[in-house]
């Protein structure tokens, strides 16, 4: 598999549904924000509806940090709206608001490496930032779905790190002290967290 971070993010133009409406999108439309761009298996399945609500659960959150979600999978732009279509309760999406970008023929997901031998797309996740270049990926196999909550995490120690010049030790979260490039920053912070 290759590793994308530091890179370029792949470009490409695509199909897309939002809120029902199609509209067909580059990926550089969005240059100058930070862009999640997470790739799911297929419509119309059993884990996908639960990360795509998920996403949907923070959307507000980031947004305010100034990032689009966009979310990716095999599956025509028609499908995309039949699924947003269709209520929670019978294992729809109704209610998602981010962009669905239709990949048949898996041409995207493939520029991403997380197109698997059967023709569909793992649960890829790329964290771009404003300048078009990944900084962070995690992909799962099919039956794992992945943490949201990780993927905003990960948004915000991006900013930290770009807005401070400070580095994110393991499992910083918002708020919590970060270190500088320095021994003795990372000694300091060491000795505040065995203490």
């Not at 409406?21 to 119309?44: A, C, M, S, T």
């Not at 031998?117 to 964290?127: H, K, N, S, T, V």
């Not at 580095?167 to 919590?176: E, T």
Request: glycine share 8%; charged share 25%; aromatic share 10%.
């Amino acid at each position: 598999m290759s590793v994308l971070v530091g890179k370029k993010a792949p470009l490409f133009e695509a199909m897309t549904v939002f809120a029902g409406e199609f509209k067909k999108i580059r990926l550089e439309d969005y240059r100058g924000q930070y862009v999640i761009l997470f790739f799911y298996p297929l419509d119309f399945t059993f884990v996908c509806p639960t990360e795509l609500h998920a996403f949907q659960e923070k959307l507000d959150a980031f947004t305010r940090l100034g990032a689009t979600v966009l979310a990716c999978s095999v599956d025509s732009h028609f499908t995309h709206k039949a699924w947003l279509e269709t209520p929670k309760i019978k294992g729809g999406i109704e209610g998602i608001k981010y962009g669905l970008i239709s990949d048949i023929g898996g041409k995207i997901a493939k520029e991403y490496d997380v197109l698997n031998e059967d023709g569909i797309a793992y649960r890829g996740l790329f964290l771009i930032d404003k300048e078009g270049t990944v900084r962070h990926q995690v992909v799962n196999d099919l039956s794992l779905g992945r943490s949201v909550i990780e993927a905003l995490r990960m948004l915000e120690a991006l900013q930290h790190c770009e807005q401070n010049g400070e580095v994110c030790p393991a499992d910083w979260n918002k708020n919590q002290e970060a270190i500088t490039t320095t021994q003795d920053s990372v000694g300091r912070y060491l000795s505040k967290k065995s203490a």
